[in-house]
C-alpha cells in the first residue's frame, strides 16, 4: 500500500510560478512510475506529467510542455512538480499518483494510487 500526500498548492496570478510536492509512503518508491493530473472545474481529471521509476525519462501534456517540469528524489521518496508561466487556464486540484510499475502512462486507470489532490488557482 502507498500513501500520497501533495502539497504546495495555492493562489498565484497569471505567469507566476508554484512548486508541487509529494510526499509518498513505502520502501519500494524507487520502482513507482509517478504522475500528476490535475482537474479543472467542471471537467474531467485530465493528464498532466509522469516519470519512470529512475527518473530519468519524463513525459508531459503538450499543454504544459516547456512550462512545468517534474522531478523525483528516490532517497526521500517524494515527486515534485515545478510550474512556471501559469496560466488561469492551469487551474484545478492537483493530483500525485502513482503505479506499480516503473514504467510511464499517461491514462490514469493505470495509476494504482492516489493522493488527495491540492488545489491551485491561477489569477489573471
Known amino acids: 500500500q502507498v500513501q500520497l500526500v ?16 509529494c510526499a509518498a509512503s513505502g520502501r519500494t518508491f524507487s520502482s513507482y512510475a509517478m504522475g500528476w493530473f490535475r482537474q479543472a472545474p467542471g471537467k474531467e481529471r485530465e493528464f498532466v506529467a509522469a ?33 512556471n508561466s501559469l496560466k488561469p487556464e492551469d487551474t484545478g486540484v492537483y ?22 489532490g491540492t488545489q491551485v488557482t491561477v489569477s489573471s
Open 51 to 83: 516519470i519512470d521509476w529512475s527518473g530519468n525519462n519524463t513525459y508531459y501534456a503538450n499543454s504544459v510542455k516547456g512550462r512545468f517540469t517534474i522531478s523525483r528524489d528516490n532517497a526521500k521518496n517524494t515527486v515534485s512538480l515545478r510550474m
Open 95 to 116: 493530483y500525485c499518483a502513482a503505479r506499480n510499475t516503473g514504467v510511464i502512462v499517461t491514462l490514469e486507470k493505470f495509476y494504482a494510487y492516489w493522493g488527495q
Open 6 to 21: 501533495e502539497s504546495g498548492g495555492g493562489l498565484v496570478q497569471a505567469g507566476g510560478s508554484l512548486a508541487l510536492s
